[in-house]
């Protein structure tokens, strides 16, 4: 699992890990959207047997 954070380029660097990953890993098809709160659990439910990498955008909307 590989989690991107920060305060600018996530998405893009999200996106790039995720290409350059998934020409030898199968991993969950990246969903640029699925950044927030609830976003990550979606995401690991999206996880199947087959799966052996997982990149995702990590982003908060408010402090803690």
Known sequence: FIGVTGSAGKTTTTALIHAALAVSLPMPQYRPIDNRQR??????????????????ELASAGPG
């Open 39 to 56: 976003g990550l659990a979606k995401a690991l439910f999206r996880l199947r047997a087959g799966h052996r990498a997982m990149v995702h």
